[in-house]
Nanobody, 114 residues
Framework: QVQLVESGGGLVQPGGSLRLSCATS????????MAWYRQAPEKQRELVAT???????TYADSAKGRFTISRDNAKSTLYLQMNSLKPEDTAVYYC????????WGQGTQVTVSS
């Protein structure tokens, strides 16, 4: 049974930082390209960042230079370090593989507001 459990969200002021975590179980984490997605109110879910099994990273233009994706294969956990946060980063953040293959978790809410 696949489980994706996101955590680490919260309310932060513009310019602040958060580190999101995604604990996974029931998948062969180390052989999958993993990804972070986000969904803002009344918008479609969008891809934020990916990391391959070789730790090659890609980012949406909106995340470049501010977000860093990483993975710990020993812990089957995915991370997203978010710096210089902006109000437009406000969304529910989810993890999944690059294709969105698994049942989505509950996500973690990130709210950037003064």
């Amino acid at each position: 049974q696949v489980q994706l459990v996101e955590s680490g969200g919260g309310l932060v002021q513009p310019g602040g930082s958060l580190r999101l975590s995604c604990a996974t179980s029931g998948i062969l984490f180390r052989i999958n390209t993993m990804a972070w997605y986000r969904q803002a109110p009344e918008k479609q879910r969008e891809l934020v960042a990916t990391i391959s099994t070789a730790h090659r990273e890609t980012y949406a233009d909106s995340a470049k230079g501010r977000f860093t994706i990483s993975r710990d294969n020993a812990k089957s956990t995915l991370y997203l370090q978010m710096n210089s946060l902006k109000p437009e980063d406000t969304a529910v953040y989810y993890c999944n593989d690059r294709a969105g293959s698994w049942t989505w978790g509950q996500g973690t809410q990130v709210t950037v507001s003064s």
